[in-house]
């Protein structure tokens, strides 16, 4: 399977705990995206890299969330503190400089306890 | 911000009728892609449109862009049970150094009933 994969794709945790979410891209897509979608709303921009380089971070991302691509390959996403708000669907997508088409992986479903 | 607004939110209908989704912004777009959404996944991708005026065809589902890339439309001819899921629009905003990053409307649930 070549598409974006994500995971864990559900994650459970108590309030205050730390967690991590990884995304793998498409094989050679340089950009990628992470977006988070709670229940009846359609997806938000969270961050964007372009290679490994974080480019653009909305005011959505608190100071609580960190995102990484070291090598520009892989992704991973860290929320610090969890809160029960954080709770939702975190989706990853990738696409290549040449298109605008983004390919989105299966998403992580967390729910903050 | 660049909003995009998506109706009707829901759509109950029964096989074989027809319906049409609508996706409006007072933003310009470069592009604007249409994605289809089974609970628990991703959005899988089902078009993209880049010009304005553009309409294209994937078997029962017709797309459009408006000519003035603000707006767009889904239509579905003789919807079936297999359609039924979450449809959603998003666009990526012509102005500024936006980075590709998509702007989303609030998403269609459509029902489909045998």
């Known amino acids: 399977d070549t598409g974006v994969s994500q995971d864990p794709r559900h994650k459970i945790t108590k309030r205050g705990q730390n967690v991590t979410f990884r995304c793998d891209p498409i094989?050679?897509?340089?950009?990628l995206y992470w977006y988070r979608q709670t229940l009846g709303q359609g997806p938000e921009f969270l961050t964007y890299f372009q290679n490994e380089a974080q480019l653009e971070k909305s005011r959505l991302l608190s100071d609580r969330f960190s995102a990484e691509r070291p090598k520009g390959s892989f992704s991973t996403l860290e929320i610090q503190r969890t809160e029960q708000g954080d709770s939702a669907m975190y989706l990853c997508?990738?696409?290549?400089?040449?298109?605008?088409?983004?390919?989105f992986g299966p998403g992580t479903r967390l729910t903050v306890l | 911000t660049q909003l995009l607004e998506q109706s009707p939110q829901f759509l109950s209908i029964q096989e074989g009728e027809n319906l049409t989704v609508y996706c409006n912004s007072s933003?310009?777009?470069?592009?604007l892609q249409w994605y289809r959404q089974e609970p628990g996944e991703g959005p899988v991708l089902l078009v993209t449109?880049?010009?304005?005026?553009e309409v294209k065809k994937l078997k029962r589902l017709t797309f459009q862009f408006g000519d003035a890339r603000k707006d767009s439309s889904l239509h579905i001819t003789a919807a079936q049970p297999g359609d039924t899921g979450l449809y959603l629009c998003a666009g990526d905003w012509a102005g500024g150094t936006s980075y590709g990053k998509l702007t989303f409307g609030q998403g269609t649930i459509l029902t489909v009933h045998p």
């Open positions: 997508a990738s696409t290549e400089d040449s298109t605008d088409t983004q390919y």
């Open positions: 094989s050679e897509h340089n950009r």
């Open positions: 449109v880049v010009t304005g005026g």
């Open positions: 933003s310009v777009f470069s592009s």
